[in-house]
């Protein structure tokens, strides 16, 4: 018998396709070469959730004190100019900005800026952020608890892009309906369930940077959600798109003979399996190297995206995110180990089935739940094909798609409700580390696994939460070591500090890398121009020909 939760993702496709026929019965308008209809997949509630798929259409409304190129490059925006002092930095803005509610730029819409960041969430604080301060109009300083090195890198993210100061004003839900920027577009329009509409904003002057300055050379972006692949590269195939984001893993070979392609791993931490360590079986480290040794994840991810997002062994690290540490070589698929550590944990006898049970004769069984806005759909298939490898050696992977109202209630995030959470967390710093493995202050409470504030409010401080621990890591050593390295001032002593780190999480089997969280772009090729780094795309200088 299939569970509910097959059940629930096997109605959750159909509908996906439903939906997706219905968009794209609508008159194409890719023709149009002022205008771009591009089809992405996961539509969000909010634009200021403190989540990706927020952050990408947010990226064409607001602009950045920081912007950061295609080849990781740091270049001026609306900073014209920034340093750093121990933890101090100061950054020099333009004085020529207006947002697109007519207030201007300046030092203190920065700052304003710096105090809603800090209550969003738990995230920025974790990067050691404190306070901003006003120097004068056109000077500002950010504070950080401990040296940042990386501020100016994290400030290139659309996280930290700046809404004017009026717009910061408004209820938390206003805002993330129509976030007020200086940016090259602005939202006209979001028709929920199917589009937004972006418009140019013809008084731009002020692109970053190497790009041409002026306002956009589109005048009308159709920010499409079409929830299916195959339905995207239909779309495109047909001429009906002309750009779409994730085509299907089995078509990006074909993708790249045929249009233009762009791929970029987010930085950060790429989709990795967090493993519990404060209840369940993952409490004994012999287990969780079991499991590390029986996935077979290298090959899983091989079979399954063919080549279009790569495998990743650094469980705690992305490769484009600062000092990062290979560890594709750590824990090769050998189950001959893997039984015997499990032996050696008190799993000797098998039931019936296959399944190993301990002294207790209880089953050694494995929850893991995958968030459907996390994992898409080849994801989901490459978790069915851990349950596969791991009975190989007796362990059961009970693993399935949690329902919209398991999301809105918080199940599966508690100590005992859960062993396994597979994720990717953006963040262009190490402080990712700080992010993920902080043990949490007195208040634990539950969440998602992105901890998202409720549309109207915004999140509270009180007791330091963490929910963003999904390992549950209790260990201040380890975070003490995070912050050492912070405070390191020798660039190569502070790679190895870092580096030692990533190699602690890995031994310790705390988080293990599964494969990267990839950006892949398909579109037509009269599309020339396209701005597309480790943050996803941007259409500020695209041009169709």
């Known amino acids: 018998m299939r569970s509910k939760h097959t059940i629930f993702a096997a109605a959750l496709s159909a509908l996906a396709l439903l939906h997706s026929s219905a968009v794209l019965t609508q008159p194409a308008e890719a023709s149009a070469s002022d205008t771009l209809v591009y089809l992405h997949s996961i539509e ?3 634009l200021y959730q403190w989540w990706t798929q927020a952050e990408y259409p947010r990226r064409q409304i607001l602009d950045s004190l920081v912007y950061l190129d ?34 201007k730029l300046d030092a203190a819409t920065v700052a304003k800026n710096f105090d809603f960041w800090l209550k969003l969430s738990t995230s920025v604080p974790d990067s050691f952020f404190k306070e901003a301060k006003v120097v004068d109009a056109n000077t500002v300083e950010f504070h950080t608890t401990v040296p940042q090195p990386w501020l100016a890198d994290l400030l290139s993210s659309t996280a930290f892009g700046i809404n004017s100061a009026p717009s910061l004003d408004r209820d938390l839900k206003e805002i993330g309906e129509n976030p007020i920027g200086s940016g090259p577009f602005t939202l ?18 002020w692109g970053p940077e190497g790009t041409h300055g002026g306002p956009a050379y589109l005048k009308t972006v159709h920010w499409k ?26 078509k990006w070979q074909q993708a790249q ?15 990795a399996l967090s493993l519990n360590v404060e209840a369940g079986p993952f ?3 012999r287990v969780r190297q079991a499991f590390a040794y029986a996935s077979n994840r290298e090959q899983i991810v091989k079979s399954v995206f063919r080549g279009a997002v790569p495998y990743e062994g650094n469980g705690a690290y992305s490769k484009t995110t600062q000092d990062y540490l290979n560890l594709d070589a750590a824990y090769p698929y050998d189950p001959a180990k893997a039984m015997a550590l499990l032996e050696e944990a008190g799993y000797q006898k098998t039931n019936a089935d296959g399944y190993r049970v301990g002294p207790d004769d209880k089953v050694l069984e494995v929850v893991f739940p995958l968030y459907p806005t996390v994992v898409n759909a080849e994801g989901v298939i490459a978790a069915q094909a851990l349950q596969a490898e791991l009975k190989k050696v007796g362990i059961k992977l009970n693993t399935f798609v949690l329902t919209q109202t398991e999301l809105a209630a918080g199940r599966y995030t508690k100590a005992d ?66 912050i050492a390295a912070h405070e390191q001032t020798d660039p190569a002593a502070r790679k190895q500090q870092l580096q030692a780190i990533q ?21 037509q090729n009269n599309l020339t121009g396209l701005q597309h780094n480790i943050y996803g795309p941007q259409f500020y200088t695209l041009k169709k020909n």
């Open 188 to 205: 006209k329009e979001w028709k929920r369930g199917e589009e937004m509409v972006l418009q140019r904003n013809d008084a731009y002057q």
């Open 225 to 250: 959600f079409v929830p299916d692949a195959n339905a995207r590269w239909l779309a495109l195939e047909k001429g009906q798109a002309d750009l779409v984001y994730d085509p299907p893993s089995v």
């Open 417 to 482: 409700e859960y062993d396994i959470v597979q994720g990717y967390w953006s963040w262009y710093a190490p402080t990712v580390l700080s992010i993920n493995y902080r043990p949490a202050g007195d208040n634990t409470s539950t969440a998602t696994i992105y901890a998202r504030q409720q549309l109207h409010q915004f999140s509270a401080a009180q007791g330091e939460p963490n929910p963003h621990n999904r390992v549950r890591s209790n260990d201040w050593e380890l975070q003490n070591a995070i």
């Open 257 to 271: 003979g045929q249009y233009l392609t762009s791929q970029q791993l987010a930085p950060g931490r790429n989709q």
């Open 283 to 285: 409490t004994d480290k």
């Open 70 to 103: 295609e080849q990781q490059q740091l270049r001026p925006w609306l900073a014209k100019s920034w340093k750093q002092d121990g933890t101090v930095w100061t950054f020099v803005l333009r004085d020529d900005v207006v947002f697109t509610d007519g207030s």
């Open 44 to 46: 969000p509630k909010s």
């Open 503 to 523: 190699q602690h999480i890995s031994d310790d089997a705390l988080a293990l890398g599964f494969y990267g969280s990839a950006y892949n772009l398909a579109g």
